[in-house]
Structure formats: C-alpha cells, structure tokens
C-alpha cells in the first residue's frame, strides 16, 4: 500500500529554516509528480512547489527564492528545504503525489494530487 509519512516541523524563529521530509513506502519518488502544499485553519490546501518526474521544480510566488524540494531516490525521500522564514509560513505542511505515471500540472492545485500525507505543522514566531 502506498504511503507518505510527513515529518521535520516544529517551532523556528522569522528568518529562520526547516527541513521537512517526507519517506514514502510502496513506490519510488521519481516515477510520480510530487507537491508540497500548506494549510491554514479555516482554508483550503494551498500548493507550495512540484517537483515532476524529469526534475522541473515549480513554486508558488510567495516561496520562490525561499523554499526548495529536492528528492533522495536512495532513500526514497522527498525535501522541503524552507529558507527566510516568515510568520506567515506558519501552517501544516503536506506531501502529496500524483498519479502514476502523471506528470506535474503547471499550477500546483491540490485536486491533481491522490496520495497525501499526514501533515507536519510549522510554526514561525518570535
């Protein structure tokens, strides 16, 4: 059975950085297309960056320059390496894949995405 277990959130400071990870078990990260999205209470998932089979990476505007995915195909593993961190990063984060065999949507909306994970929170505070 396919899963996704998210994992690295916590507590940082504004300018500060995180690394979430998100390990996957019953196939490997570089035969899907696969997103980051954020959540805040009250609405709904918005898409952070893909990272599709071939490499291309895309992002939303408010992260460009900030937030960077990356994969371990070893270790079938996907990042979410979050820079300059702001306050209004503060949210749950969640790994997603899409179908197999799919590639990424030029605009990351959740909808595309069939496989999720739990949700790892983030909280920027001074």
């Known amino acids: 059975q396919v899963q996704l277990v998210d994992s690295g959130g916590g507590s940082v400071q504004p300018v500060g950085s995180l690394r979430l990870s998100c390990a996957a078990s019953?196939?490997?990260?570089?035969?899907?297309?696969m997103g980051w999205f954020l959540q805040t209470p009250g609405k709904e998932r918005e898409g952070v960056g893909s990272l599709d089979r071939d490499g291309t990476e895309r992002y939303a505007d408010s992260v460009k320059g900030r937030f960077t995915i990356s994969r371990d195909n070893a270790e079938n593993t996907l990042y979410l390496d979050m820079h300059s961190l702001k306050p209004e990063d503060t949210a749950v984060y969640f790994c997603?894949?899409?179908?197999?065999?799919?590639?990424?949507?030029?605009?990351?909306?959740?909808?595309?995405?069939?496989?999720w994970g739990q949700g790892t929170q983030v909280t920027v505070s001074s």
């Open positions: 019953g196939y490997t990260y570089n035969s899907y297309c």
């Open positions: 997603a894949a899409a179908p197999s065999a799919s590639r990424c949507m030029p605009r990351i909306q959740a909808w595309w995405y069939t496989t």
